[in-house]
């Protein structure tokens, strides 16, 4: 019984969420209005973005394709599913939260087996290869920045939802995030990203990504 268990729970973990699919999605906080009518389909492949200004909704799009928020009206499926598959994707935050841990820490509380190869792998990937002993909190913003994509990175995501990744980064930071994440992108995590400037600077895969633009 208990591998069986065990059993459906790895053959969840590995259905696939795409497409992630809105239809007529509303989302009301009390009677505020924050989203309506939203169709819109996210497809495996090159990186979906939402372009919106502040306050038209991206976060919580992300958060309802996340499964953080569920639609007051309207469907949302996962490859024709009603739910999503356990932990196939992973969210970097606006702001994103650092433990009052080390580097490293902060990656191996999002990691099962804490191996040290596979820590010091993912750091590499995001350019903060040596920096696995530095307290995490004092990292400059560019750096946390990167971090926190490490972190969702241990959980080995099919998707992989960034809100506004660079949207406190100068022009070098903006760039070196970019990179990374059309490097993830390249590895085959589909990358779903809300940015309210999407400027002539950015990377030039990013520029090319079928988008969903939000009014505000
Ligand atoms: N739980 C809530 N209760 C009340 N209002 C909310 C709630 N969540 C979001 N809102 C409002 O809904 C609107 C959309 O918020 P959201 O955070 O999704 O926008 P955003 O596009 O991510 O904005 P930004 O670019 O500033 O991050 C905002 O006006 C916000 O104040
Ligand atoms: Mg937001």
Do not use: W
Not at 72 to 82: H, M, V, W
Not at 131 to 143: I, K, M, T, V, Y
Not at 184 to 200: F, R
Request: net charge neutral; with cysteine; proline share 6%.
């Amino acid at each position: 019984m208990q591998d069986e268990l065990a059993k459906i729970g790895v053959m969840r973990d590995r259905l696939s969420d795409l497409p992630i699919r809105f239809e007529a999605v509303d989302y009301r906080a009390a009677s505020l209005a924050i989203l309506s009518g939203v169709t819109f389909d996210i497809f495996p492949g090159e990186p979906t973005l939402l372009l919106g200004p502040n306050g038209s909704g991206k976060t919580t799009l992300l958060k309802l394709a996340m499964e953080l928020l569920r639609p007051s009206a309207g469907r949302l499926t996962f490859a024709d599913r009603q739910v999503g598959a356990v932990s196939r994707s992973a969210i970097v935050f606006q702001k994103p939260a650092m433990l009052r841990r080390s580097v490293a820490a902060n990656i191996s509380f999002a990691l099962a087996p804490t191996n040290p190869n596979v820590i010091n792998h993912l750091l590499d990937q995001v350019g903060l290869a040596g920096f696995e002993h530095r307290p995490a909190r004092r990292l400059s913003g560019g750096e946390q920045q990167r971090l926190a994509l490490a972190r969702a990175l241990a959980r080995d995501p099919e998707v992989l939802f960034l809100d506004e990744p660079t949207a406190s980064l100068d022009p070098a930071g903006t760039k070196g995030v970019e990179d990374i994440i059309v490097r993830i992108a390249n590895a085959g995590v589909k990358i779903v990203m809300a940015t309210h400037d999407l400027d002539a600077s950015s990377s030039e895969p990013l520029r090319r990504t079928s988008s969903c633009p939000l009014n505000g």
